[in-house]
């Protein structure tokens, strides 16, 4: 007995952002919808799960293989054929998206960018403390990286709302862009040469977090033009990654409205907020 064709419309995330099944995750993608990651079950070869792979990176979607168990403790419906998207909360911005932020305002360049931050506690943390800042933006990797989740979000308090946040394939590349646009690259590290104190972050500036364990990787830290660190008083020797964000934006915010340095005092960029080597 022949089966009626079935339509299916595009299936939308639940609260919790999670988009489960075969055919709810290919019409996800043909609707476009914004989607953070996609995990497969790992060492499926059917085809179906090879094109919705195939599918998603074609259209720059980061793709994981993850054993069963691991799809299995995610599903909510314990029916997700092997494969669970999970939808971002809104779509990402280009980092020529923040740096025309600032110029909108008028306002020398002031970004976040987040080295691996795994925690979406903690990602949407220094994305709420970035905005609060007025910060222009947070730029995170697609790789190995939280990304605009509902977890993120909630936690942001509603700050992924009003601020852009950008995904690139590669933050050392992005890094030499920024300083190609006249960006200063300051590194939170706790054995950074510079105090926070001593840093000045007047100027076009990009503020690099490092993750949680490990802090900035080699490549990364490689491209920052000063390590600053943040004075520890007590036993012990680091800060939470959110908190040392928040520490670092609120020195610039500090700095920023005291005006510009008085003459003859050191400067780091040009009279047009450029850098100056």
Known sequence: MREDKKTYRPVEAEADGLIEGRNAVIEALRAGTAIDKIYIARGETDATLGHIASTARNRGVVVAEADRRKLDGMSRTKSHQGVIAIAAVREYAGVDDILNAAREKGEPPLVVVCDELSDPHNLGAVIR????????????????????????????????????????????????????????????A???????????????????IGSEGDGMGRLVREQCDFLVSIPMKGQLNSLNASAAAAIVLYEAVRQRAEGPRKAGSQALWGEEGQRSE
């Open 190 to 208: 706790a054995d950074g040469g510079t105090s926070l104190y001593e840093a000045d972050l007047k100027g076009p500036a990009a503020i690099v």
């Open 129 to 188: 403390t970035a905005e609060c800042a007025g910060a222009h933006g947070v730029i995170i990797p697609k790789r190995r990286s939280a990304g605009l989740t509902a977890i993120v979000a909630k936690t942001s308090a509603g700050a992924v709302s009003y601020l852009p946040v950008a995904r690139v394939p590669n933050l050392t590349a992005v890094l030499k862009e920024l300083k190609e646009e006249g960006l200063w690259v300051f590194g939170a």
